[in-house]
């Protein structure tokens, strides 16, 4: 190298600070006395194609090669130890880098934006990884070190080509974004040893069809599979406490979900928008139902949640209008829509079986007093299975029974009728449906008559 090459290099104690880059560089060849690239070195060298480093060289330090927009091919020397935060930054040409194994940390965002990058393995002695490969659109194969501990904050966030990776059994927390907006990741096996898994860690993953959480894992925190619309099969584990806020919003292909017995806390929007969700299951210790839990799950039509829960927010079932089946306790009744609230007591009529013999009393003495109004509501909707609590307890006489034959058959709720029909008959003697029949016709008769005579 010439002298004048040598004054573009600033270095002071072996530390590279400056290199004073012209348009014409395309090639750069560190010195041999150079250890360390010191922070922001090559900053915005936007026509450096080449670095060549020397066998020294232990240490690449902060933003060292940020903005290095041309920047297709380094070489790291075995013996560099740190590749310190921001340090590949916007490197967008870079397709394949080795790192060599005496490396034993990568800062924060090393090669984010690396939008070329496609293969890289990570050395054994890396702990750690925070938003390391952040938006690195083309990256389609990694391999993470079997010591790895932790899979950091945004470490492969917006990744979109990254379709699977082996996370090795190491690794007890997966940080918070850690793979937000992978849009081609389809499958991805969370080894058992993972304890916990932060927010937003798999949101918006567009192609990800089934996950299954590790036994240890207690949270489902805020928004970890938001917007996962392929999201099919999902596995949680018995000891699952608490599914946080929009844990599953927008999980729009998610059809059947099993909530373990020990949760305690659903959060709000926790399963907002899940459109396929037809069934669920929440058991007793159940204590908290967060704000539009379960709303504009548009295809919801059965849910028991006969559990601890003190009260709901009028919001938790907005927009289930196919939600026919809505288990829940009698003191519960008053914080639901109106339409909620009568699908929670004809549900009760469908299975008493499951109630306690205090919500049971509860539910018998608000029937009995509104049976009239419920009847015209369970024949409108044609619910064949409520109706049975009716007939059971003798709840329709001789004389209603043809005005609920005449409703049913006008809003063509065909198993309504045909019950209603082999009630009557069943019930009441042709003498005694005639006799009322008669009293009907003639007092309709004498209406009549009047109403001519105030003419």
Known sequence: MTKDNLDKFIIENGILKKFLASDSDKIVVIPENVIEIGEEAFLNCRNIVEVHSNQKLKKIASAAFYGCLSLEKINLPNGLEIIDRWAFVDCELIKEIIIPNSVKSIGYSAFCRCSSLKKLALPESV?????????????????????????????????????????????????????????????????????????????????????????????????????????????????????????????????????????????????????????????????????????????????????????????????????????????????????????????YCTNTDLYSEKNSKLFDNYIKDNKKELLYKLIEADYIEALKYFTSKKYISVQEIDEYVELANNTKSTQVLLSLLDYQHSEFTIDQVMAVRDKKFKKDIELDLNLDLDF
Do not use: R, W
């Not at 089934?210 to 489902?220: D, G, K, R, Y």
């Open 127 to 347: 702990l750690e990884i925070d938003y390391v490969f952040d938006s690195c659109d083309s990256l389609i194969e990694i391999t993470l070190p079997n010591n790895l501990a932790k899979i950091g904050k945004g470490a492969f966030s917006g990744c979109k080509s990254l379709k699977k990776l082996e996370i090795p059994n190491t690794v007890t927390e997966i940080g918070y974004s850690a793979f937000n907006n992978c849009l081609a990741l389809e499958e991805i096996i969370i080894p058992q040893s993972v304890t916990k898994i932060d927010e937003f860690a798999f949101s918006s993953c567009s192609n990800l069809k089934a996950i299954t959480i590790p036994e240890l894992v207690e949270v489902i925190a805020e928004g970890t599979f938001k917007n996962c619309s392929t999201l099919t099969d999902v596995y949680l584990p018995a000891n699952l406490k608490e599914i946080e806020a929009e844990a599953f919003y927008a999980c729009t292909a998610l059809f059947d979900i099993k909530i373990p017995k020990n949760i305690k806390k659903i959060g709000e929007n926790a399963f907002f928008g899940c459109v396929s969700l037809k069934e669920l299951y929440l058991a007793d210790n159940l204590s908290e139902l967060g704000t539009q839990a379960f709303s504009s799950c548009t295809s919801l039509k059965k849910l028991t949640m006969l559990n601890n829960i003190k009260s709901l927010n009028k919001k938790v079932f907005e927009n289930c209008d196919k939600l026919k089946f809505l288990n829940i306790n009698y003191h519960l009744l008053k914080n639901l829509e109106t339409k909620h609230q009568v699908n929670a007591i004809l549900s």
